[in-house]
Structure formats: structure tokens, C-alpha cells
């Protein structure tokens, strides 16, 4: 087993450029750079603080630090599966879903276009911040969708994550200001069905 470690801000798998005009480059900087940052800068101070802590035979308080890791772990895993379930138009982005993932949202959800109409309902009508997931339950063998709130109230323990959108103010304003409906619509433009149906195969495997 490797020895302990912290996390790390993964790198983008394209240009901070390449997903304009849905995504501009000001705004993906910023969200990745900052906002994705902070989340992996805030879980490992609370891991090294926990380590001094262990080192220190120190108390802290439990409720409040297990609660604050959750929020920057989340904050974290949520965003690094976003990168990559996006992909820049002409680059995969956008087309539309085909094999595994094709065949479970039109078994569940009746056809692509009404699984599109309900993901983008539970994006837009997220209280505050938050994000819409679609899961998958290996106990029914149903893709179910998540309404995450913040990064980590409303999660559906133990089901696998395929695709997410980020619904926190900081994921649009800069481009579309309170518009949220607006981003949300646009983000089918960038969708990388690939890496969604690479996801699920995986799953399905394991
Ligand atoms: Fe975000």
C-alpha cells in the first residue's frame, strides 16, 4: 500500500480556451485555477491539521472538521469528474450519446431528449449551490439523477458518478450572470458522451 498522501489539482485535458463559447477562457481559468483549487487547498490543510493533531495527541472538533473535509472533498471530486465529462465542440463535445449510456437513459428516461428536459430541470431548480449528477444503481440497473447540494448534501451513497454540472454562481456569472437556465442549456454543447460511457462501462464491470 502507498503511504499517505494529499490531494492535487488535476490538470485539464484541453486549453483554458477550447471550450468557448459556451465556457470562456476567463471563466474556466477562474473556476479551475481558484474555485477548484481552494477545494484542494482547503481538504489537505484539514488532513495536515488532522496529522499535527495525531502527532500532537491533540483534540479537535470532530463534527465541525469532518464536516468542512466533506464540503472540500466533494468540492473536489465533483469538479475533476466535470473536466473530464466535458470536451471542447468538434472534439467529441456535444454529440450526442451512443452505446451503454445511450441504451440505460432511453430504457429509463423513455428517450435522450426527456432525460435532457429532467437533468437540466434538476440543475436549474438546485437551491443555492449546488450540482446535478447523473449516478448509476447497480442494484436496479438504473441511471438515477442526484441533486447535490453544496458538494455534499444529497449524495446517494455508493452509487457510481457519470456525469455532473456545476450549478454554483461561480460555474456561470462571469458569462451568463443570473442566467442559470441559459448555461445550463448550453452545456449540452460540451457534453463528452465518451468519457460518460466509458464511465459506465467501467462500472459496469466492476
Ligand atoms: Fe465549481
Not at 163 to 171: G, I, P, Q, R, S
Request: charged residues 25%; contains cysteine; hydrophobic residues 40%.
Amino acid at each position: 500500500m502507498d503511504t499517505p498522501g494529499l490531494y492535487s489539482l488535476p490538470k485539464l485535458a484541453y486549453d483554458y480556451d477550447a471550450l468557448a463559447p459556451i465556457i470562456s477562457e476567463d471563466l474556466l481559468k477562474l473556476h479551475h485555477d481558484k474555485h477548484h483549487a481552494a477545494y484542494v487547498n482547503g481538504a489537505n490543510a484539514i488532513l495536515q491539521k488532522m496529522d499535527k493533531a495525531r502527532t500532537d495527541n491533540a483534540d479537535f472538533d470532530t463534527k465541525a472538521v469532518f464536516k468542512e473535509l466533506s464540503f472540500h472533498i466533494g468540492g473536489h471530486l465533483l469538479h475533476s469528474l466535470l473536466w473530464r465529462n466535458l470536451a471542447p465542440q468538434g472534439k467529441g463535445g456535444g454529440e450526442k450519446p451512443s452505446r451503454t449510456i445511450a441504451k440505460v437513459i432511453d430504457e429509463e428516461f423513455g428517450s435522450f431528449d426527456r432525460f435532457k428536459k429532467v437533468f437540466s430541470q434538476t440543475a436549474v431548480s438546485a437551491e443555492g449551490s449546488g450540482w446535478a449528477a447523473l449516478t448509476f444503481c447497480k442494484k436496479t440497473n438504473r441511471p438515477i439523477i442526484m441533486q447535490v447540494e453544496k458538494h455534499n448534501t444529497n449524495v446517494y451513497p455508493m452509487f457510481g458518478i457519470l456525469m455532473v454540472l456545476d450549478v454554483w454562481e461561480h460555474a456561470y456569472y462571469l458569462d451568463y450572470k443570473n442566467d442559470r437556465g441559459k448555461f445550463v442549456e448550453a452545456f449540452w454543447n460540451i457534453v463528452n458522451w465518451a468519457e460518460v460511457n466509458k464511465r459506465i462501462d467501467d462500472l459496469l464491470k466492476t
